[in-house]
T-cell receptor, first 115, second 112 residues
Framework: GAGVSQTPSNKVTEKGKYVELRCDPISGHTALYWYRQSLGQGPEFLIYFQGTGAADDSGLPNDRFFAVRPEGSVSTLKIQRTERGDSAVYLC?????????????FGPGTRLTVL | GNSVTQMEGPVTLSEEAFLTINCTYTATGYPSLFWYVQYPGEGLQLLLKATKADDKGSNKGFEATYRKETTSFHLEKGSVQVSDSAVYFCALRDTGRRALTFGSGTRLQVQP
């Protein structure tokens, strides 16, 4: 079956611009996670959703970052006034539920480059 | 807070050599522990996991044992193959949290 998909795969933007990154989770998965992976580092948690609501957004670095999941499926990560330090690979993952036994399945990521 | 520390890479081995990648962790609760693998050009995949002390996770010839007394979860394989070349991430998920905390990754290069 289809895995987690993310679009675009690559995004190049200029400092100060607004970007949106999209995640399509595995069908039927109620939990969705966003992580950010900087070069040479492991992924760092940003936010996760149970259904339509953000259950934990403690990893968002500042108020320029925002994420939505209006219908409990597709999610969009939005970054305002991008900065060069936002350049990273943004990873999305989904799991069947939030149960700690449920595996998180990762998408291929969106590589964001801020010039 | 939670943290995961992995040995720095790259680790370069010849085919059929024994592999150990060290991982230690700090957690406030009773975490579940994971190893994820990222093959070149692919996304992160779960390799194995252990959910409580003394559990051993295993998959594809890889093993790791959850050692609470040493807060470690070292990854081992008895005989590596060229196809095992990838980046390996140790991770934890602490009690009451759903997000994963990852280490910085260890690149493994296996030469024929």
């Amino acid at each position: 079956g289809a895995g987690v998909s993310q679009t675009p795969s690559n995004k190049v933007t200029e400092k100060g611009k607004y970007v949106e990154l999209r995640c399509d989770p595995i069908s039927g998965h109620t939990a969705l996670y966003w992580y950010r992976q900087s070069l040479g580092q492991g992924p760092e948690f940003l936010i996760y959703f149970q259904g339509t609501g953000a259950a934990d957004d403690s990893g968002l670095p500042n108020d320029r970052f925002f994420a939505v999941r209006p219908e409990g499926s597709v999610s969009t990560l939005k970054i305002q006034r991008t900065e060069r330090g936002d350049s990273a690979v943004y990873l999305c993952a989904s799991s069947l539920t939030l149960d700690r036994e449920d595996e998180q399945f990762f998408g291929p990521g969106t590589r964001l480059t801020v010039l | 807070g939670n943290s995961v520390t992995q040995m720095e890479g790259p680790v370069t081995l010849s085919e059929e050599a024994f592999l150990t990648i060290n991982c230690t962790y700090t957690a406030t609760g009773y975490p579940s522990l994971f190893w994820y693998v990222q093959y070149p050009g692919e996304g992160l995949q779960l390799l194995l996991k252990a959910t409580k002390a003394d559990d051993k996770g295993s998959n594809k010839g890889f093993e790791a044992t959850y050692r609470k007394e040493t807060t470690s979860f070292h990854l081992e394989k008895g005989s590596v193959q060229v196809s095992d070349s990838a980046v390996y991430f140790c991770a934890l998920r602490d009690t009451g949290r759903r997000a994963l905390t990852f280490g910085s990754g260890t690149r493994l290069q296996v030469q024929p």
